[in-house]
């Protein structure tokens, strides 16, 4: 119901764009959060999106280089990433919000910042 | 900014209780959830709203919340039951805060 793309290899310093399709529910009704886990490390909140997406939330390292996005009309959430760093290494996943929780997730698509 | 804190390591025998704990400052205010996740795999939630089963999650897992902790218990373990558990809550209603994750092992 929730499968994430876009991830790759880029450069430190670089960009990338990852997309999550939703199917099998009103996309339009739910926050949708990112979430990432670093090779080995625990999750990690990225950044919200309110249903209509006149609210984002992030996490404080990713202020000013990271940007949720959705189309509603293309059941789509969208995180821009620039300015990348090593850091950011991470297998990305998109997670439905019901409620307070996460009651769906994606597969995950990792990203890998290096030179 | 909030923090949710779990122990790195929980051992348990089959068909014991395994109790998992998520320390954060009145964390009892707030709604705590609780993922599983394999190796490979994304996550799975297991409980919500502190204590409340999403189907298909068995009823050997149970959660609470009061104070500064909340706590998964897992009755009867089962060798499937091995994996990394996750506490979350939500911060000020605008961010999410994760634990650090516990590693369960079931030996």
């Known amino acids: 119901q929730l499968v994430a793309s876009g991830g790759g290899l880029v450069q430190p310093g670089g960009s990338l764009r990852l997309s999550c399709a939703a199917s099998?529910?009103?996309?339009?009704?739910?926050?949708m959060s990112w979430v990432r886990q670093a090779p080995g490390k625990g999750l990690e909140w990225v950044a919200n999106i309110k249903q209509d997406g006149s609210e984002k939330y992030y996490v404080d390292f990713v202020k000013g280089r990271f940007t949720i996005s959705r189309d509603n009309a293309k059941n789509s959430l969208y995180l821009q990433m620039n300015s990348l760093r090593a850091e950011d290494t991470a297998v990305y996943y998109c997670?439905?919000?019901?409620?307070?929780?996460?009651?769906?997730w994606g597969q995950g698509t990792l990203v890998t910042v290096s030179s | 900014s909030y923090e949710l804190t779990q122990p790195h390591s929980v051992s348990v025998s089959p068909g014991q209780t395994a109790s998992i704990t998520c320390s954060g400052d009145?964390?009892?205010?707030?709604?705590a959830s609780w993922y599983q996740q394999k190796p490979g795999q994304s996550p799975v939630l297991v409980i919500y709203q502190d204590n409340k089963r999403p189907s298909g999650i068995p009823e050997r897992f149970s959660g609470s919340n009061s104070g500064n902790t909340a706590t998964l218990t897992i009755s009867g373990t089962q060798a499937m039951d091995e994996a990394d558990y996750y506490c979350q809550a939500w911060d000020n209603n605008t961010h999410v805060v994760f634990g650090g994750g516990t590693k369960l092992t079931v030996l």
């Open positions: 009145k964390l009892g205010n707030k709604y």
């Open positions: 099998a529910f009103t996309f339009s009704s739910y926050w």
């Open positions: 997670a439905r919000v019901n409620s307070v929780e996460y009651d769906y």
